[in-house]
């Protein structure tokens, strides 16, 4: 993967394919591999005719591996996004994030919505106005010099799943120690760009995809049926709704 400076931070990303860009943004503890390309995105949307961009956020997978919490707000991470496009000297994009990426493309449309041109959230429904509680016992999790230590099974799965993409499990603590800045119902009201947001109907972690639809204009809801947080990821269901969202944005 090539990589840019964004800021002072290095990112590495992917780019393939010909046609309307897609950005990607994974999510906590993933990478553009576990997220995107096992899971069968980017040979989707690229065999859909789309130019598909991918990164790996600050700290996560062949990224710059950063140590200090404050470095992990949802809007700086935005802004590596934003550089990406700059770099790439893109002017507009489709983005979709999921899960902690969804958080990160709701930052990138508020701060910067005429590089927009449609967002995805998945994996977070009306959890993102909620917020997640418990980030210090995941935190701590993650910490933990075995992963035996660790009890709290919802814990165990985040320091689980980190284990599995090998990510750097002191970065993971940093940005799970960082910044949680609100998403407020009143700048999703501000949302002027078609959006889909796509939630498994099991996901206890992103919450109602309904309930987040309906605090932003016009937005569009698909519900993936039998899926949890981490299977709705590659669910068939959710490509194909993904890609009739995509025709129909002007």
Known sequence: MPDFDSDGVRIAYSDEGSGDPILLIHGFASNVAANWVDPGWVRTLRD????????????????????????????????????????????????????????????????????VRSVIFGGLGINMVRGMVGSGPLAHALEAPRIGDVTNDTARSFRLFAESTKS?????????????????????????????????????????????????????????????????????????????FLTQVP
């Open 168 to 244: 750097d499990l002191k970065a993971m603590a940093a940005c799970m120690r960082g910044p949680r800045e609100r998403v407020t119902k009143e700048q999703l009201q501000t949302i002027a760009v078609p959006c889909l947001v796509a939630v498994g109907m099991e996901d206890v972690i992103g919450g109602s995809a309904a309930q987040l639809a309906a605090l932003i204009p016009g937005a569009q809801t698909l519900e993936i049926v039998g899926r949890d947080h981490m299977k709705a990821v590659g669910d068939s269901h959710f490509k194909q709704g993904v890609l009739k």
């Open 48 to 115: 859909a005719g789309c130019r598909v961009i991918a990164y790996d956020n600050r700290g996560h997978g062949r990224s710059e591996k950063l140590y200090d919490p404050e470095c992990y707000g949802a809007p700086s991470m935005a802004q590596d996004a934003r550089r990406l496009l700059d770099h790439l000297g893109i002017a507009r994009a489709d983005v979709m994030g999921y899960s902690m990426g969804a958080r990160i493309a709701a930052f990138l449309v508020f701060n910067h919505p005429e590089r």
